[in-house]
């Protein structure tokens, strides 16, 4: 390949490059616009003095349902939070009888005493807790 044909493709390359670095948006965190409460709890930035979420929908009218995250209570004495879904992967925390989580989704995996269905918690962990000991609060949980 000729040194014309070289500077010719690294001159091409360069201004790609450059025009890539203009128009490509900033990469986003994952917390969807939530902040840290002073209880440790996330707080979606549109949220008023009584936690509940002011958003928008395109029309401009308020809602107060926030459909990323469902809810959940534990019913067994203490829950294994997982790694993945399914018995075997390492434990990331133990979750207590009663505690409330934060359903993100559900996937299919190995039955836990006949239920085959898996929660992704979103805590800041991101575990998986079968949904066998964790009984839906509101509606059940989107699939992942």
């Not at 994952?30 to 029309?59: A, H, K, V, Y």
């Not at 996937?107 to 992704?120: A, D, I, R």
């Not at 800041?124 to 949904?131: F, I, Q, R, S, V």
Request: proline share 6%; with cysteine; aromatic share 10%.
């Amino acid at each position: 390949m000729s040194l014309r044909s070289r500077c010719a493709i690294a001159v091409a390359a360069g201004a790609l490059l450059a025009t890539a670095a203009t128009v490509t948006p900033a990469v986003a965190n994952d917390d969807w616009g939530q902040t840290p409460g002073n209880d440790g709890s996330w707080l979606s930035q549109n949220s008023n003095n009584s936690g509940q979420s002011q958003n928008q929908d395109w029309g401009g009218q308020s809602q107060n349902n926030d459909q990323r995250f469902y809810q959940g209570v534990v019913t067994t004495d203490s829950l294994a939070l997982r790694s993945a879904p399914t018995r075997g992967s390492q434990v990331i925390r133990y979750a207590s009888r009663g505690e409330i989580l934060n359903i993100f989704c559900k996937v299919g995996g190995p039955s836990v005493h006949g239920n085959p269905l898996w929660y992704q918690i979103a805590d800041g962990t991101w575990a998986w807790g079968p949904a066998r000991f964790i009984d839906n609060i509101g509606p059940a949980p989107r699939w992942c």
